[in-house]
């Protein structure tokens, strides 16, 4: 029941020109997924501006613009990049495989194609960025960047974390100063923080603050109520309590848990 729950807030973009085809794949993957439908490219693109959405299933051969140029775009354009992709294709070609793989896909899957073997593909990419995002959520010392799935997405998070970093201490940082820094509209900065890490934007602030006063907590050269300052804290009750959400131990409990060299 729980995995039928977070899957239904993953919204799937299915794109492609024949019409038996989505209908085809709305009947296997609706039960599961939020689905959007594009015939085309251009209507693609359109959703993919105004939607969260978590992967993209394409067709290869469309008109106008085709499955390989949208991959290449899509892949090389920062606000969209981290979207996992899956080809569809009736090239049953090692030149047309490699061509997938160049323009940035995540899988490639031959038509006629089993329903099966689709909805492990989708499930999987889902799955194992669902865990590289559970473990950066859950890890005091891991580093934004393993969410990256490309260099763009990592020089997106590098710069992201470097000023958020840079201004912990300024209590009123909030999406709108952050979006500003990213030159990026609020909607998007948005879609983008929250498809790469599973979190909203305050959320990612929150931890980067409390995975620093993780690492001021090791130093153990600061009190609990110094560090909550230090990180951007004017509540120690908040601190306390956001720190337990994400770490599952209190600041306390974490300091006591930590081996201190001995005198």
Do not use: W
């Amino acid at each position: 029941m729980e995995k039928d729950q977070m899957n239904m807030t993953d919204h799937v973009l299915i794109i492609d020109d024949n019409e038996d085809i989505l209908d085809f794949l709305s009947e296997v993957l609706s039960d599961t997924y939020t689905l959007h439908l594009a015939e085309h490219a251009e209507k693609a693109l359109e959703i993919l501006n105004s939607e969260m959405i978590s992967l993209i299933v394409s067709d290869i051969m469309m008109p106008g613009m085709d499955g390989f140029e949208l991959c290449r775009l899509i892949k090389s354009n920062v606000d969209l990049c981290h979207i996992p992709i899956i080809l569809l294709t009736s090239k049953n070609t090692y030149a047309a495989h490699i061509e997938g793989l160049e323009v940035g896909a995540d899988a490639y899957v031959q038509k006629p194609f089993s329903p099966e073997l689709l909805k492990h593909q989708i499930a999987n990419l889902l799955r194992n960025r669902l865990k590289i995002k559970d473990h950066f959520a859950s890890s005091p010392f891991e580093d934004v960047r393993v969410m990256a799935h490309s260099k763009t997405d990592e020089a997106f998070l590098k710069k992201l974390d470097e000023y958020i970093r840079k201004n912990l201490k300024d209590t009123s940082m909030d999406i709108d100063k952050l979006s500003d820094h990213m030159n990026m509209s609020r909607p998007t900065f948005y879609r983008k923080v929250r498809s790469l890490s599973s979190l909203s934007p305050k959320e990612l602030i929150d931890l980067t603050r409390l995975k620093k006063a993780a690492k001021l907590i090791a130093q153990n050269e600061y009190t609990l109520f110094e560090i909550a300052k230090m990180v951007g804290y004017s509540s120690q009750s908040l601190f306390t309590r956001n720190f337990q959400k994400y770490f599952k131990l209190s600041p306390l409990e974490y300091a006591n848990s930590l081996e201190r060299p001995k005198e």
